[in-house]
């Protein structure tokens, strides 16, 4: 297997352009993540799927972001309008279920600048 | 408050020694891992282990649930062990919800 596959690796946007990040699951695997690493809050959870349903999208940081699952094998996560702030390393995870192992992509590293 | 609690923050060592990394966490857990996120900010999963002990060769790991701690030894440190070493937990209460400490960075020299 592949892994966890996000897309682009890196990202350089102007401050008020949409970013859209993609991430391709494991096969097979039920659930999806989408973690934001800063040097200030870490690793934080942002939303997670189960079986492309949004399950818990608490930590999203505003309305200016949104996920969407439209099938078992592809994932968006897009920022809209983009904020020197939203600059981090955004990560997809995927696993088969909550009480297993999470398998974590490369990662975007997003600059806004 | 603070939930996954990870000590020491920093580490330096050199290459051939040994070393522990602790993680405590406030709460029963259904799930508990060790990540490597090496220099090139990649995240390795190194243990799935809510409860016992695992070794994968140069690193093992225990966890005693009822205490609410984790460990994580490195022995015969080499310098490809550099990195950031998370533990991340999901509560009982929290389901699905991966939750990561802090981190501990370790360096290690020639």
């Known amino acids: 297997d592949a892994g966890v596959i996000q897309s682009p690796r890196h990202e350089v946007t102007e401050m008020g352009q949409e970013v859209t990040l993609r991430c391709k699951p494991i096969?097979?695997?039920?659930?999806l993540f989408w973690y934001r690493q800063t040097m200030m809050r870490g690793l934080e959870l942002l939303i997670y799927f189960n079986n492309n349903v949004p399950i818990d999208d608490s930590g999203m940081p505003e309305d200016r972001f949104s996920a969407k699952m439209p099938n078992a094998s592809f994932s968006t996560l897009k920022i809209q309008p983009s904020e020197p702030r939203d600059s981090a390393v955004y990560f997809c995870?995927?696993?088969?279920?909550?009480?297993?192992?999470?398998?974590f992509g490369s990662g975007t590293r997003l600059t806004v600048v | 408050g603070i939930q996954v609690e990870q000590s020491p923050p920093d580490l330096i060592l050199q290459e051939g020694a040994n070393s522990t990394l602790r993680c405590n966490f406030s709460d029963s857990v259904n799930n508990l891992q060790w990540f490597h996120q090496n220099p090139w900010g990649q995240l390795i999963n190194l243990f799935y282990?809510?409860?016992g002990t695992k070794q994968n060769g140069r690193l093992s790991a225990t966890t005693v649930a009822t205490e609410r701690y984790s460990l994580l030894y490195i022995s015969s440190s080499q310098t490809t062990d550099s990195g950031v070493y998370f533990c991340a937990v999901v509560y009982t209460d929290s389901w699905g919800k991966l939750q990561f400490g802090a981190g501990t960075q370790v360096v290690v020299t020639p």
């Open positions: 995870a995927s696993t088969l279920g909550p009480a297993g192992g999470y398998t």
């Open positions: 282990i809510p409860s």
């Open positions: 096969s097979g695997h039920d659930y």
